[in-house]
């Protein structure tokens, strides 16, 4: 029901030809569009040109139409990386680190996970005993770029489909203009 995702870079003149929500924010834009699966009912925004000519540092509020709520910040001027995805849902926290390849899913359930432990008991009053489950499944090692060629490559081979689709990628550039179509009439004063 609620998301929120940090793309921060240092400085590197590659890209600067385009907006940060172009460059960096598309990805996480792309990859909430398919998680959530939902219309996207509002759009608000606001972004700084601090370096280039167009916005180096944006941050948006995405609402949907099933009440899911995207925060997504982006810059490339950072004084350090990050690539984090935090998902917040009924019973679950879930977080991805892109950078750093790791994911951790903790879960509100009703029993203990005695093979966990790390298993918590959250004591409420006046409610049944509850337990925080805490899981890290494994992420395997992958050169992102290198299988998204490959998948690219394949779909053209065997005249497929590929993961990523035409749609897939128009509707993450149509929010994505509209994210810097706010930001542009915010920052006209």
């Given at each position: 029901m609620?998301?929120?995702?940090h793309?921060?870079a240092?400085?590197?003149?590659?890209?600067?030809d385009v907006?940060?929500i172009?460059d960096?924010m598309?990805?996480?834009?792309?990859?909430?569009?398919?998680?959530?699966?939902?219309?996207?009912?509002r759009?608000?925004?606001?972004?700084?040109?601090?370096?280039?000519?167009?916005p180096?540092?944006?941050?948006?509020?995405i609402?949907?139409?099933?009440?899911?709520?995207?925060?997504?910040?982006a810059?490339?001027i950072?004084l350090k990386?990050?690539?984090?995805?935090?998902?917040?849902q009924?019973?679950a926290y879930?977080?991805?680190?892109?950078?750093?390849k790791?994911?951790?899913?903790i879960?509100?359930?009703?029993?203990?996970?005695?093979?966990n432990?790390?298993?918590?008991?959250l004591?409420i009053?006046?409610q049944p005993?509850r337990?925080l489950?805490?899981?890290?499944?494994?992420?395997k090692?992958?050169?992102?770029?290198k299988?998204?060629?490959?998948?690219?490559?394949?779909s053209?081979?065997?005249?497929?489909e590929?993961?990523v689709?035409?749609?897939?990628?128009?509707?993450?550039?149509?929010?994505?203009?509209?994210?810097?179509k706010?930001?542009?009439?915010n920052?006209?004063?």
């Amino acid at each position: 029901m609620f998301i929120e995702t940090h793309r921060l870079a240092q400085f590197n003149p590659r890209g600067t030809d385009v907006a940060v929500i172009l460059d960096l924010m598309i990805h996480d834009i792309d990859i909430i569009l398919k998680v959530v699966n939902s219309n996207v009912k509002r759009i608000s925004a606001s972004g700084v040109s601090v370096v280039s000519h167009s916005p180096d540092i944006a941050n948006a509020r995405i609402e949907f139409d099933n009440g899911c709520v995207a925060n997504v910040t982006a810059s490339r001027i950072s004084l350090k990386q990050m690539r984090k995805m935090r998902l917040f849902q009924k019973d679950a926290y879930i977080t991805v680190d892109f950078l750093e390849k790791q994911s951790e899913i903790i879960r509100l359930t009703d029993e203990r996970d005695i093979s966990n432990p790390f298993t918590l008991e959250l004591p409420i009053p006046n409610q049944p005993t509850r337990y925080l489950n805490f899981d890290r499944p494994e992420v395997k090692p992958v050169n992102s770029i290198k299988m998204e060629l490959e998948l690219f490559a394949k779909s053209i081979l065997e005249d497929k489909e590929p993961p990523v689709t035409f749609s897939d990628g128009y509707a993450a550039l149509s929010v994505g203009f509209e994210i810097l179509k706010h930001i542009e009439k915010n920052n006209i004063t």
